[in-house]
Antibody, heavy 122, light 108 residues
């Protein structure tokens, strides 16, 4: 059974940093691209970062580019999101999401973690 | 970025009704790269349909998808109590992958 378990969320002051982790199990982690998708309270879904299967390629949404870094440790089946210079607009539930297919560079997501809440507040 | 616009934003329906949700992309996207998700309060989204019309494993056949180019639809043929939720379309044509704003399907 595929499982994605996020951790590392919490309350952080504006301008602060936080590192999210997503522990993956139940599938061959190192052959799938992975993404971080966030959802602000009461709002829709926003893909903030994507990383290829072996981590050689990354991409970022415009709202987080230059502040967030996605990475992975395939030896530990873990995905990360380093978030710096956080602002109130980054308050959201952050989900890690597994790409459905191993083929091609177009990501839809067949498995999602339970989500972790990040609150940016003084 | 490709903007995805869903309509309606909210719809009220009854068990047994047929419901259609529309998703319009701001530019032409491949049929292969349009997906639909269902999300219930406090839960992660679940994949329903990918590639415009392919049903994800384990998803009821009362869900179906169609469309092409910029206009896509999700249809629920006969609403069941467990179908009341928020639905999102997503394009995977070009990064950043973007989602519609969501359609809240509620009980009439």
């Amino acid at each position: 059974e595929v499982q994605l378990v996020e951790s590392g969320g919490g309350v952080v002051q504006p301008g602060g940093s936080l590192r999210l982790s997503c522990a993956a199990s139940g599938f061959t982690f190192n052959i799938y691209s992975m993404n971080w998708v966030r959802q602000a309270p009461g709002k829709g879904l926003e893909c903030v970062a994507a990383i290829s299967d072996i981590g050689g390629s990354t991409a970022y949404g415009g709202s987080v580019k230059g502040r967030f870094t996605i990475s992975r440790d395939n030896s530990k089946n873990t995905l990360f999101l380093q978030m710096n210079s956080l602002g109130a607009e980054d308050t959201a539930v952050y989900y890690c999401a597994k790409k459905r297919s191993t083929i091609g560079g177009h990501d839809d997501f067949d498995h999602w973690g339970q989500g972790v809440l990040v609150t940016v507040s003084s | 970025d490709i903007q995805m616009t869903q309509s309606p934003s909210s719809v009220s329906a009854s068990v047994g009704d047929r419901v259609t949700i529309t998703c319009r992309a701001s530019q032409i996207i491949s049929r292969s790269y349009l997906a639909w998700y269902q999300q219930k309060p406090g839960r992660a989204p679940k994949l329903l349909i990918y590639g415009t019309s392919s049903l994800h494993s384990g998803v009821s056949s009362r869900f179906s998808g169609s469309g092409s180019e910029t206009d896509f639809t999700l249809t629920i043929s006969s609403l069941q109590p467990e179908d009341f939720a928020t639905y999102y379309c997503q394009q995977a044509n070009s990064f950043p992958w973007t989602f519609g704003q969501g359609t809240n399907l509620e009980v009439k």
